[in-house]
C-alpha cells in the first residue's frame, strides 16, 4: 500500500489504505471476528489493528457493530468466531490477562450508583495493586475532568456528561497499555472532550494503543490517525482519519453509510 485512500463502489464500498505496519505484533489485533446473538449477526468478519501509541476510531451509525467489537476486546462478550488479541493476550483463552492491560470505557453503565468518584478510584487502585502515591494522579484526573468538586459525590445524581466523563477517568488512571474508548464523547461538553482527547495524547505519549468508538465523525478525526467504518456489522471502508475532515471527507462517510 502507498498511504493513498481510494474510494470505489461495487457491491459494498471499500477503501484501501496504507496501515501503520511498523510494528510487528500490533497491541490490538483482530482477525475475521464474528460475534452472533440468535439468529442475528453483530460482527462479521472484522479485521483491525493498532499498534503501540496508535489510535484509531470506529465510526458508523447506532448498531454498526462498534460497541459490540468494543466488548469483545474487554472481555465482556465471548466471540462466536475469529482471534482476537489486546497487548498480546488472546481475549478467548486469556481474557484476566488483556483486562489487567487494558482501560475499558463502556458506552453505557460501568459506574456504581451508591458509589463517590473517589471510591472508584480506591477500588481500581486496591484491584490493580498500584503502587503508593497513586492519589495525586487521581486528583489530577478529576480536576482535568472537571469531577474535582463531584468527588465525594455518590454517582447516581451524575448527569450523563458527567458519568461518561467518569468512565473515560477510569479507564485511564490505571496507564494501560490498551486504551479502549466506548462513545468517550457522548453528551459531553466541549470542556469534556477536550479532556478525552488530552488523555488519549497522553496514553499514546507512553506507547498505549487507543481504539475509540464513535459515532461523531469530527471528534473521531480528532482522536484517531485512521477510522474505520462500520455499517451493518462489518467493514465498508477505512482511511487516515484526516482524510475525513471538511465537507469531502463527510460525503465520501456519508455514501459509505449509504
Not at 482471534?83 to 453503565?109: T, W
Not at 458527567?162 to 462513545?183: I, K, Q, Y
Amino acid at each position: 500500500m502507498d498511504g493513498r485512500s481510494h474510494w470505489s463502489k461495487g457491491g459494498v464500498i471499500a477503501v484501501l489504505f496504507g496501515r501503520l505496519s511498523q510494528v510487528s505484533s500490533p497491541a490490538i489485533d483482530v482477525r475475521a471476528l464474528h460475534v452472533q446473538f440468535g439468529a442475528v449477526e453483530a460482527v462479521r468478519w472484522l479485521d483491525l489493528s493498532v499498534p503501540a501509541g496508535g489510535s484509531t476510531a470506529l465510526v458508523g451509525r447506532n448498531g454498526a457493530g462498534k460497541s459490540t467489537t468494543m466488548r469483545v476486546l474487554a472481555g465482556v462478550i465471548p466471540p462466536v468466531g475469529g482471534e482476537v488479541y489486546v497487548g498480546g493476550h488472546d481475549v478467548r483463552r486469556d481474557a484476566l490477562g488483556a483486562k489487567r492491560v487494558s482501560g475499558y470505557c463502556p458506552d453505557v453503565g460501568g459506574l456504581v450508583p451508591r458509589a463517590t468518584p473517589w471510591e472508584h478510584l480506591q477500588l481500581s487502585a486496591r484491584l490493580r495493586r498500584l503502587p503508593p502515591g497513586w492519589e495525586e494522579d487521581a486528583r489530577d484526573l478529576l480536576e482535568r475532568f472537571d469531577l474535582g468538586a463531584a468527588a465525594h459525590r455518590v454517582t447516581s445524581g451524575f448527569s450523563h456528561g458527567m458519568g461518561r466523563r467518569m468512565s473515560v477517568v477510569l479507564a485511564a488512571f490505571h496507564h494501560p497499555r490498551v486504551l479502549l474508548l466506548d462513545e468517550p464523547f457522548d453528551g459531553v461538553d466541549p470542556f469534556g472532550a477536550e479532556a478525552t482527547l488530552d488523555v488519549i495524547a497522553d496514553a499514546r505519549s507512553r506507547g498505549a494503543a487507543v481504539l475509540v468508538s464513535t459515532h461523531l465523525l469530527e471528534l473521531a478525526v480528532q482522536a484517531s490517525d485512521e477510522a474505520v467504518v462500520l455499517r451493518s456489522g462489518m467493514v465498508v471502508g477505512a482511511a487516515q482519519a484526516n482524510e475525513l475532515g471538511g465537507e469531502a471527507g463527510a460525503r465520501a462517510y456519508r455514501a459509505l453509510l449509504a
